[in-house]
């Protein structure tokens, strides 16, 4: 069993920038391969970014692709999104996931993701 924790999500202006963390614990949450999912009011959920349990690759959706970036503090058990130039469309909850398949990429559908956190709202105004 793994739980996860984010913070930093809140209110910023286009072209802000947000930090989000997610804190994980749990039988062997280091061996995970972690990802962000974020889900607009209306939408289905969406991949944002992954990074594998080692933190030596990372796969992002398109539309954030040099504006985010996702890593990993094995020592403190943290995942990180940095999240730089935000837009409008940005705006959800954003949420952690923790995939057992650790060392895999490109696993972007939810399904795949076993355990999640609550999640931390982000809002972009323009």
């Known amino acids: 069993q793994v739980q996860l924790v984010e913070s930093g999500g809140g209110l910023v202006q286009a072209g802000g920038s947000l930090r989000l963390a997610c804190v994980g614990s749990?039988?062997?949450?280091?061996?995970?391969?972690m990802g962000w999912i974020r889900q607009a009011p209306g939408k289905d959920r969406e991949f944002v970014a992954r990074i594998t349990w080692s933190g030596l690759s990372t796969d992002y959706t398109d539309s954030v692709k040099g504006r985010f970036t996702i890593s990993r503090d094995i020592a403190e058990n943290t995942v990180y999104l940095q999240m730089n130039s935000l837009k409008p469309e940005d705006t959800a909850v954003y949420s952690c996931?923790?995939?057992?398949?650790?060392?895999?990429?490109?696993?972007?559908?939810?399904?795949?993701?076993?355990?999640w956190g609550q999640g931390t709202q982000v809002t972009v105004s323009s």
């Open positions: 996931a923790a995939d057992m398949l650790g060392d895999y990429r490109y696993r972007i559908n939810p399904e795949d993701y076993a355990y």
């Open positions: 749990g039988h062997a949450f280091g061996n995970y391969a």
